[in-house]
């Protein structure tokens, strides 16, 4: 588990954190969403202790990151592998010697029969076990993260840092890489953080997300929650523009969590006897799921019956 505890942080008089309180459940693929400048990779960098923070704490499974103890620290981040919008990769080393570059950082054998498997198992799991020699040149932006993937879990990391990961790529290539990652995440147990500006990103494979902005937390929540009914903010990050909607009568939205609501409409119709025109809808993919939104316009009079149907049936709704 990761608890990050009202963590503060600034550069000179720049405060770019301020006052985070997150917590990551184990095996958990958990997003970080926000604009450019939110701070989410800072926070990303404090947890792994790349950056030193000015107050709160952060624990992965009890044991504080805290740059005062190096020794502890590069145990910490021994459990933490991290992967990159550029892929960080050497240009001169194979894809072998790339995946293999921690091991070398630890002092540990490379060429060992040990370490073939692990590499030759992971490059396997990554589905570049033909590219075992080739230089990252030669290589595809989604095989060179495939790479980089492979390279941070060559330890046996628990967790699986990802800043925007999936940024540079193109968006067939995109939900290749997310479900290689959501795989990586049952097989191998491995707590993933995701940060990302990329909606997309989060609704493919989150399972919670933190919304940041201003360098504070602004909604937290399954993505689900977050994106089918979001707080301002969100809606401005999602450049959500609001639908042309009629001027006369009521406008009222609905949620849906899931599919088997839909009936409620033609339902309602038939029930009521009354007639109702269908503003603007919206249907999004949560992982497997669907969520949805329905904007209707009823007549005035019409108003109170709809919305106490509305309760009965239990379709979350909203006066617009
Ligand atoms: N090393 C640094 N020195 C000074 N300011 C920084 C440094 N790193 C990041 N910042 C500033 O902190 C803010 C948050 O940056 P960052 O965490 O990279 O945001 P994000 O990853 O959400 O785009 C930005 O205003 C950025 O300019
Ligand atoms: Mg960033």
């Known amino acids: 588990m990761i608890e990050i505890k009202d963590v503060r942080k600034s550069f000179g008089d720049l405060d770019v954190l301020k006052g985070i309180n ?148 193109d968006p067939a290539i995109t939900r290749g890489i997310l ?14 953080i995701v940060v990302t500006h990329q909606m997309e990103v989060v609704k493919q494979i989150c399972e919670r997300v933190s919304f940041l902005k201003g360098g504070q937390v602004l909604a937290e929540g399954r993505p689900e929650e977050l994106f089918v009914k979001p707080i301002k903010e969100v809606k401005a990050f999602l450049q959500e523009e609001s639908a042309l909607l009629p001027e006369t009568g009521v406008n009222i939205q609905m949620f849906f969590t899931d599919q088997s609501s839909d009936p409620v409409i033609t339902m309602m119709a038939r029930e009521l006897d009354t007639n109702f025109s269908i503003c603007w809808a919206k249907l999004e993919d949560f992982r497997s799921s669907v969520y949805g939104s329905l904007v209707i316009n009823v007549k005035e009079e019409d108003k109170e019956k709809v919305l106490a149907y509305l309760d009965r049936t239990g379709v979350s709704w909203e006066v617009l």
């Open 179 to 192: 479900s290689l990652l959501q795989e990586i995440n049952r097989k191998l147990g491995i707590t993933i």
């Open 22 to 169: 997150i917590t990551i459940h184990d095996g958990e693929i958990y997003g970080i969403i926000g604009q450019s400048g939110a701070g989410k990779s800072t926070l990303l960098r404090c947890i792994n202790g790349l950056e030193d923070f000015q107050s709160g704490t952060i624990t992965v499974d009890g044991t504080p990151v805290s740059l005062e103890d190096p020794r502890k620290l590069h145990l910490l981040q021994k459990n933490m592998g991290m992967i990159f919008q550029n892929f960080n990769l050497l240009s001169r080393l194979d894809v072998y010697d790339n995946v293999a570059l921690p091991m070398k950082f630890w002092g540990m054998k490379t060429k060992t029969p040990e370490a073939k498997e692990k590499i030759r198992g992971l490059l396997e799991l990554v589905g570049l076990e033909d590219k075992i020699h080739a230089r990252p040149a030669e290589l595809s932006g989604g095989q060179k993260q495939r790479v980089a993937i492979a390279r941070a879990l060559v330890l046996d990391p628990k967790i699986l840092l990802c800043d925007e990961a999936t940024s540079a790529l």
